[in-house]
């Protein structure tokens, strides 16, 4: 059975910093696709940044040069290191694992405060 768990979130003034840990288990974690989504009060889940099997990253651009997402497949965990967060940051963020079907977490609060 396929299980993510994001942890890491929290209350954290402009300019500071989190890290969100996402716990994968019940599938192979290094052969799939794994990526950050958030979703705004009262917008759509979008996609934040993305990592391959091979380690290949990308990122929408509103994060770039202030996020950074990487995988320890020993630990079957995805990361989120988080910098400079602002305001607009704000939100649930979910893991995502890309196996023949979607599968999600159950999300992690980020709340910054201006």
């Known amino acids: 059975q396929v299980q993510l768990v994001e942890s890491g979130g929290g209350l954290v003034q402009a300019g500071g910093s989190l890290r969100l840990s996402c716990e994968a288990s019940?599938?192979?974690?290094?052969?799939?696709?794994m990526s950050w989504h958030h979703q705004a009060p009262g917008q759509q889940r979008e996609l934040v940044a993305g990592?391959?099997?091979?380690?290949?990253?990308n990122y929408v651009d509103s994060v770039k040069g202030r996020f950074t997402i990487s995988r320890d497949n020993a630990k079957n965990t995805l990361y989120l290191q988080m910098n400079n967060l602002k305001p607009e940051d704000t939100g649930v963020y979910y893991c995502?694992?890309?196996?023949?079907?979607?599968?999600w977490g159950q999300g992690t609060q980020v709340t910054v405060s201006a």
């Open positions: 995502k694992a890309t196996l023949l079907r979607d599968s």
């Open positions: 019940g599938f192979t974690f290094s052969r799939y696709c």
């Open positions: 990592i391959g099997q091979s380690g290949r990253i």
